[in-house]
């Protein structure tokens, strides 16, 4: 084996060499410097900048110009079109205004540019190419990556400003309205844009998901110069500086050595952004870690071998005995797709106010109540010590940070900061579901009408986590105490401490141990014999909600009058197998008798024995739906099992003995 690894080195290293003189050709495929090229107003036009006219020889084709009728000077950049206003070869600025912006105000740029359509390494930057320290940090601060305690460096060039549709009026100072200027939104790509119909604002520097206010939607995002506007500031002042332009750095001319890009530091020293790396450093790199991996394999005997072998092993170690943030955080790292906002932990008490107003605790945390900069009010989870790797939060984040439905809980945002975990979602002023269920003191009675939408409700819910997402999610813990209700009663499925993600192209997962509260939770998930585990788990336990709902009692009820009725879902199969009625009040109407009656007979259904014999939820929520005369008594949900169940102590946080008590949302919490 090493007379072979001796064969294939000097390969490697020639391949090295390879790309060493390919990457000094490549910087060296400068172009010459020619005489200066004007067009319109732009005048001196020279390196690295050229004219599409220009010989092929001058300038740099990644700065190349066009000229419009001898009169405007444009830079195509990322498929948008912009005037070029001036070129400063003193500071290595370009100011450019986007092609759709006129003098008036009634005109708005054509073309979306975020500060994410740059990457690193392209022609031009947002940002300075000069590096300036705030009062009071010097050189010694800042590390190998160009950053200083505190921030980013070098400062910027430009800010976002984004313009917004809402379909109602907007009373918010971060909000500019833009009506009384009567834009014109033809001019633009905007005649199929709700622009053009619905209340327009702008905003300046950004936002944070949780300031965009109910039913506005985000439409474009254009660039602005870096200002500091006062608190009166108006549209005309933004479109003042719209049709001025913004500028853009060019200064990436100089960083053919670095990989993404470079800056001027306070000692006017140039400076890799990232890494203090070049090609030629990766290299030298990459070699030595060759050579030092050949040696280790043809070894130093003792003197080298042993100190080797213990920080090898160390390092497998600690490999194996990642911290539970180690985990979260690669979780999100690898997760840059979410929506949810990652607030700071400083952001976390700021919104709770110090966490003065707690509204509860579980199994996972302490809930308080928070009130956004929006003016939104929040309900901020914070997550107690996990006890599986931190599984719980990424549960959370993985399902719901990306989904959206009105039966589903909405995650604004997170907080993963060293310890410090935190899950920020919509606030729930009705509570939860079991404090109006089971007559706790100053809970609203619901009526059946009532009950029966939010049964459909939850429906709803759990079929869209079922066949709603491009991954299929299983709650495995559905119950009143994760039902929460808004300010209208509309139900909300929350907590997916214990969910899990499938393909959904199948149907059947397993499981190394039940999940659950008991008496909410399925058979399969105990004894092997009745059947694969599924997304009828879930059904399972919507049909002992269902059965709860229509009882307003728990299921299993060992102080009951009657011994028949202990276990309330036998009991009201009798009652309805023998045609009798099911008491629900003196002054109950027949419609609702029927809606007591739907709920019992679909939550029956949902509760039979074997996952095959159980609807899907698409077909709960149309029997929910429809007539009552429609259906028919199933068989009598009777457990015959010969099996011991399976294991339950693998995850010893997804169990209770408390059916009340489980690894849920906080009690009240909303």
């Known amino acids: 084996m090493f007379r072979g690894m001796n064969v294939l080195l000097p390969c490697y290293i020639a391949f090295l060499l390879q790309l060493l003189v390919f990457q000094t050709c490549h910087s060296s495929n400068i172009t010459a410097h020619c005489a200066p090229s004007s067009c319109g107003n732009i005048q001196n036009i020279s390196y690295p900048f050229r004219l599409n006219t220009d010989p092929q020889s001058c300038g740099n084709n990644n700065y190349n110009l066009s000229c419009e009728n001898n009169i405007s000077t444009v830079l195509y950049l990322y498929s948008g079109k912009y005037y070029v206003q001036a070129i400063n070869y003193g500071n290595y600025t370009i100011r450019v205004v986007d092609a759709g912006v006129q003098g008036n105000c009634c005109s708005i740029p054509r073309y979306s540019l975020a500060r994410d359509n740059f990457s690193y390494g392209d022609p031009y930057t947002w940002y300075n190419y000069k590096q300036v320290l705030p ?127 470079c800056y001027l530091n306070s000692a006017d020293h140039r400076r890799c952004i990232g890494f203090h790396e070049s090609y030629r450093q990766i290299i030298l790199y990459t070699v030595a870690e060759l050579l030092t991996t050949i040696a280790l394999l043809h070894g130093l005997k003792v003197v080298c071998g042993t100190p080797c072998v213990i920080i090898f092993l160390i390092y497998k170690w600690r490999r194996r005995h990642l911290s539970v943030y180690d985990t979260v955080e690669q979780f999100l790292q690898s997760q840059n797709n979410l929506m949810p906002v990652r607030y700071s932990y400083s952001d976390i008490k700021k919104i709770t106010r110090g966490f003065k107003d707690e509204l509860g605790k579980g199994g996972f945390g302490t809930v308080y109540k928070g009130k956004l900069r929006s003016g939104r009010f929040a309900a ?73 939408q939010i049964s459909l409700g939850v429906a709803c819910g759990i079929d869209y986590l079922h066949l709603g997402c491009d991954m299929q999610i299983l709650h495995f813990d559905i119950k009143p105490h994760n039902i929460l209700l808004d300010e209208n009663f509309t139900p909300k499925v929350s907590d997916f401490g214990l969910a899990r993600l499938y393909p959904t192209n199948g149907s059947i997962t397993s499981l190394t141990a039940a999940r659950g509260t008991i008496g909410y939770m399925a058979p399969e998930l105990f004894y092997k014999n009745i059947g694969r585990v599924s997304y009828k788990a879930d059904v399972y336990s919507f049909g002992m909600l269902l059965l709860e709902m229509a009882g307003k009692r728990k299921n299993l009820n060992a102080l009951a009058e009657n011994s028949s009725q202990i276990y309330w879902p036998y009991w009201v199969h009798d009652q309805v197998s023998d045609g009798k009625a099911i008491e629900i009040g003196d002054d109950a109407t027949e419609e609702e008798s029927k809606i007591v009656k739907k709920m019992i007979m679909v939550g029956l259904w949902c509760i039979q024995m074997k996952p095959m014999d159980r609807p899907t939820m698409k077909n709960v929520v149309e029997m929910l739906e429809g007539d009552l005369e429609n259906l028919r008594l199933p068989p009598k949900p009777v457990f015959n099992v010969d099996e011991t169940p399976t294991n339950i102590e693998g995850e010893s946080s997804s169990l209770s003995g408390d059916s009340t008590e489980s690894t849920s949302l906080v009690e009240n919490a909303y």
């Open 380 to 452: 901020i989870k914070l997550l107690g010590k996990s006890k599986a790797n931190g599984q719980d939060f990424i549960n959370e984040v993985a399902t719901i940070g990306r989904i959206h439905h009105t039966n589903v809980v909405q995650l604004i945002g997170f907080c993963a900061e060293g310890s410090k975990r935190a899950l920020v979602y919509d606030f729930m002023p009705n509570g939860s579901l079991d404090s109006h269920l089971f007559s706790q003191e100053g809970s609203i009675s619901l009526s059946w009408q009532k009950l029966h």
């Open 135 to 261: 009062p009071g940090v010097g050189e010694g601060f800042v590390d190998y990556r160009g950053y200083y305690w505190g921030g980013r460096l070098p400062p910027t060039l430009s800010q976002p400003m984004i313009f917004m549709s809402c379909e109602n009026t907007v009373n918010s100072p971060l909000y500019v309205d833009t009506a009384p200027y009567g834009l014109n939104y033809g001019s633009g790509n905007y005649s199929n844009s709700s622009l053009v119909t619905h209340s327009n604002y702008v905003t300046l520097g950004g936002m944070n998901a949780s300031d965009l206010m109910e039913l506005c939607s985000i439409e474009k995002i254009f660039l602005l110069p870096k200002k500091n506007y006062t608190d009166n500031y108006s549209f005309e002042e933004i479109h003042s500086d719209l049709a001025n332009g913004f500028e853009l750095s060019w200064y990436n001319i100089n960083c053919e050595k670095c990989r993404r890009g």
